[in-house]
């Protein structure tokens, strides 16, 4: 294969066996499960101080909320820098800047006075800490792995619901005296924690591919671009990154959407507050039991059909929403859209490898990520807008947009095009 000799940045996965008796690659899954948990895990629980936050300053809703909005705007835009970041450098740096600016960050929430305070330390330190994991993290993930790529994404990725499943009650324990302080001062310890050991079991660098070009053979590479990979502007000439912009666009507004509505949605149903609360808990079962599915869906129908139903899948519970009614139709929905929702993460994500190579893996889903993050602004924004815009206020139109909104991601699929090399 011609081209310039690779980078060890490029390789796949170890090959030597590692001292604690399995391969490297897998300490490294376990190290972003910890990581995800700590940094995304805080994030998720925002909604447990809303209240709290509320009656302490007198802030509105939408005003309280909007920091929250500019946490995932900022988590896209450092996502993109961190994926270069990561393509350069190794990926215990990027884990230091956002673990100083999450502790530090939820360290000054403890002490804030004003909606700005706020803003500053939750809408923009917090969303750098979370832009340095998601993205970093399904970059060097996807290097350490071939055959089991998404089967490691997806236990990888599974540390945002576990992290939010169990946060989330941990800190409504934690304030239910309206001691919120105490719950920040609290994640600042929890984001050092997790953020500290990610930092240095993910110092390493994949050898694989290094290894064989020493021995003068040519390593096995999921695509003919892998060696020399695509840059992002080759990648956006292509169809597939494109789809990757879309599908990422509207799967993040249905999920959000779900996460920030589903509860209110269901209490305006009568559905009682603890049935209600429980439906986020079915979503992360579900969630949880599709990410680590994800692999053997894709093994039986390739990365791009199994995308297309997860997408379609996602589709169909928005649908649901609009019939549901009682308490257990909630919980089945939830299910449903969980685990498709959860399937969806990882098998997008490995595609990125095999279609544009290791180049610039992580300024791609640096890219990728940041249409995400659109959509996490824009789809919980949508869904209230319309469900106050109708009469009676209803969010049946609301799900009713995320839903044929995901079934334009999921035409996308469908329709990518062939996948033509990049000048």
């Known amino acids: 294969m011609t081209g310039a000799p690779a980078s060890p940045t490029d390789g796949v996965e170890v090959v030597a066996p590692d001292p604690w008796c399995l391969p490297y690659g897998?300490?490294?899954?376990?190290?972003s499960v910890l990581l995800l948990a700590g940094f995304l895990g805080t994030l998720l629980c925002f909604g447990v101080f809303l209240k709290p936050l509320q009656a302490q300053f007198g802030w509105s809703r939408a005003a309280t909320s909007g920091a929250m909005s500019l946490s995932i705007g900022v988590q896209g835009l450092v996502g993109i820098l961190m994926g270069r970041v990561t393509d350069k450098y190794n990926?215990?740096?990027v884990v230091a800047i956002g673990?100083?600016?999450?502790?530090v960050s939820y360290l000054l929430l403890s002490m804030i006075h004003s909606l700005w305070q706020f803003y500053l330390c939750f809408g923009l330190g917090v969303g750098i800490c979370s832009g340095c994991a998601f993205t970093p993290v399904t970059a060097t993930v996807s290097k350490w792995f071939t055959?089991?790529?998404t089967l490691a994404l997806g236990i990888a990725l599974t540390g945002i619901m576990i992290g939010q499943?169990?946060?989330?009650?941990?800190?409504?324990r934690l304030i239910s005296g309206g001691n919120w302080r105490l719950g920040y001062f609290v994640s600042a310890i929890i984001v050092f924690a997790c953020g500290g050991p990610a930092m240095v079991l993910m110092s390493r660098r994949p050898s694989h591919l290094s290894q064989h070009l020493s021995a003068g053979r040519t390593p096995k590479t999921d695509s003919g671009a892998a060696l020399q990979g695509y840059t992002v502007k080759g990648a956006a000439r292509t169809a597939p990154f494109w789809m990757l912009i879309i599908t990422g666009f509207t799967i993040s507004c249905g999920f959000y959407t779900v996460m920030s509505q589903i509860v209110a949605c269901a209490r305006d149903l009568e559905v009682s507050a603890r049935a209600a609360s429980l439906i986020l808990t079915f979503v992360g079962i579900g969630s949880l039991v599709g990410g680590l599915l994800a692999w053997?869906?894709?093994a039986r129908l390739g990365g791009k059909r199994a995308l297309l139903v997860v997408v379609l899948g996602m589709a169909a519970a928005m649908l649901l929403f609009m019939l549901t009614k009682q308490a257990w139709s909630f919980f089945l929905v939830a299910l449903l859209f969980g685990f498709s929702y959860g399937t969806a993460s990882p098998v997008r994500m490995s595609l990125v490898a095999p279609l544009f190579g290791f180049k610039a893996i992580g300024a791609v889903l640096g890219s990728t990520t940041f249409a995400w993050s659109v959509g996490g602004i824009v789809g919980p924004y949508?869904?209230?807008?319309i469900h106050d815009a109708t009469h009676p206020a209803s969010y049946a139109f609301a799900f009713l947009t995320g839903g044929l909104l995901l079934v334009l991601g999921a035409l996308s699929v469908q329709f990518?095009?062939?996948h033509k090399k990049a000048a």
Request: hydrophobic residues 55%; proline residues 3%.
């Open 26 to 31: 897998w300490v490294v899954v376990g190290a």
């Open 91 to 93: 990926m215990a740096f």
């Open 99 to 103: 673990t100083v600016a999450g502790t």
């Open 147 to 149: 055959d089991k790529r």
């Open 165 to 172: 499943m169990v946060l989330s009650p941990v800190m409504n």
């Open 296 to 298: 053997w869906l894709t």
């Open 382 to 385: 949508l869904a209230g807008s």
């Open 416 to 418: 990518w095009g062939s």
